[in-house]
């Protein structure tokens, strides 16, 4: 078993899925877990859909005591639509959650006092045996220090220098509406259903997820969409640019997508999509944006320090399995700290395993994209 005592205390490095799977995990461990947050406040919990997997719902269940299935929405087949606007469906059940819906398990459960937002850390230097993690102007000390501040982290560098990720030469806009705003036939049409359109060099696919803390009765969800479309650097620049233009870099916020640009959305959805998929984008008042990145780094751990998530590894959504890759180094670095004779000895065999499973499916997103006909000839670091 290995000695607890040599790790007490741990600083978590962003307080997103990715560090609280991990403060949630260690804090079961009975370790004196801080975790710091550079944005202030709870964020909305009206963020884009996440198929639930296994390592997630076994999360919530285990260690947040809630019910996944309480929280998301069934689907029983996925849909495929062609051109012309008819689908055929195969038979695939599968559950749909949301982004908030995940948050708010795990910020619930892990300790208020435990959780500081509006703080962000301004250094973390390794010690010998511990790490000193900087907010403010005040140096806290810890035994271990985990950087989950995402793919664009501003901590990866100090373990993993070659790690920052690469635009892939697409982005994806989403939109997340209720379901009470669509018209019933069009909601009928997606009801139980995981539906999917691919078309030349573009994917767009949308399923229900939970509402309002959880909800998941029909009428009380929303409605989520993701559409995957080819943009060149300077496209992604457009598209991420506010309509006061304010330039948002890899992402833009629902509420802040430029008219024009807006207007050439729903002028592409008209031309490129089925009709019940370009009915969604009419019906969605906020659309928002990401640039798609891939991410890897060839090591996740110096010394006491480890990279988590996304801080890690960004793969491409394709994959569905961002949230599942965290939850697995949780999973993982729990299991390692109960059953390995020392501390080293758990790290090291927690690296080597995230590694594996971190290469498997940043290879499969890129796999996806190429078979999509999405990859650009050549991408560009972002970080």
Same mark, same amino acid.
């Given at each position: 078993m290995t000695p607890l005592s040599d790790i007490r205390s741990a600083g978590v490095v962003g307080g997103s899925l990715g560090g609280l799977f991990q403060a949630v995990a260690l804090a079961e461990l009975g370790i004196d877990v801080t975790v710091w947050e550079r944005s202030a406040g709870r964020p909305d919990d009206r963020g884009a859909g996440i198929v639930l997997q296994p390592g997630v719902a076994w999360f919530?269940?285990?260690?947040?005591?809630?019910?996944?299935?309480?929280?998301?929405?069934? &689907?029983?087949?996925?849909? /495929?639509?062609?051109? +012309? @606007?008819?689908?055929?469906?195969? *038979?695939?059940?599968?559950?749909?959650?949301s982004w908030g819906a995940i948050y708010a398990s795990l910020r619930d459960r892990l300790d208020s006092a435990r959780y500081h937002d509006g703080k962000p850390v301004t250094a973390v230097t390794p010690r010998p045996g511990g790490v000193d993690v900087h907010v403010g102007g005040t140096a806290h000390q810890v035994d271990l220090a985990i950087i989950a501040d995402g793919s664009g982290s501003r901590h990866r560098g100090l373990v993993a220098p070659e790690g920052a990720p690469r635009y892939?030469?697409?982005?994806?806009?989403?939109?997340?509406?209720?379901?009470?705003?669509?018209?019933?036939?069009?909601?009928? &049409?997606?009801?139980?259903? /995981?539906?999917?359109? +691919? @078309?030349?060099?573009?994917?767009? *696919?949308?399923?229900?997820?939970?509402?309002?803390?959880?909800?998941?009765?029909?009428?009380?969800?929303?409605?989520?969409?993701?559409?995957?479309?080819?943009?060149?650097?300077?496209?992604?620049?457009?598209i991420t640019t506010d309509g006061h233009g304010n330039a948002h870099g890899l992402s833009l916020p629902p509420g802040l997508i430029a008219p024009q640009v807006h207007a050439e959305l729903l002028d592409s959805a008209r031309t490129l999509l089925p009709e019940p998929l370009h009915l969604l984008v009419e019906h969605t008042p906020e659309p928002f944006a990401q640039a798609i990145l891939d991410g890897r780094v060839s090591r996740m751990r110096k010394d006491r320090v480890l990279l988590t998530g996304d801080a890690a590894f960004v793969v491409r959504p394709h994959t569905a399995a961002s949230a599942e890759k965290?939850?697995?180094?949780?999973?993982?670095?729990?299991?390692?700290?109960?059953?390995?004779?020392?501390?080293?000895?758990?790290?090291?065999?927690?690296?080597?395993?995230?590694?594996?499973?971190?290469?498997?499916?940043?290879?499969?997103?890129?796999?996806?994209g190429q078979r999509l006909g999405l990859n650009a000839p050549a991408s560009a670091s972002v970080g």
């Open positions: 919530l269940s285990t260690f947040c005591g809630v019910d996944p299935d309480r929280i998301s929405v069934p &689907v029983t087949h996925r849909q /495929f639509f062609s051109r +012309d @606007g008819r689908s055929h469906h195969t *038979l695939m059940g599968q559950r749909m959650i892939a030469g697409y982005v994806a806009y989403r939109g997340v509406l209720d379901e009470t705003t669509l018209p019933e036939e069009l909601s009928t &049409v997606f009801r139980d259903r /995981f539906s999917f359109y +691919d @078309g030349d060099r573009t994917q767009f *696919l949308c399923y229900f997820i939970p509402g309002d803390f959880g909800a998941t009765t029909p009428g009380s969800r929303r409605m989520n969409w993701v559409w995957y479309v080819r943009a060149d650097a300077a496209g992604l620049d457009r965290a939850a697995g180094d949780a999973i993982i670095l729990f299991t390692a700290l109960q059953q390995l004779p020392s501390l080293d000895a758990a790290l090291e065999a927690w690296e080597k395993n995230r590694l594996d499973e971190g290469n498997a499916l940043y290879r499969h997103g890129v796999g996806l």
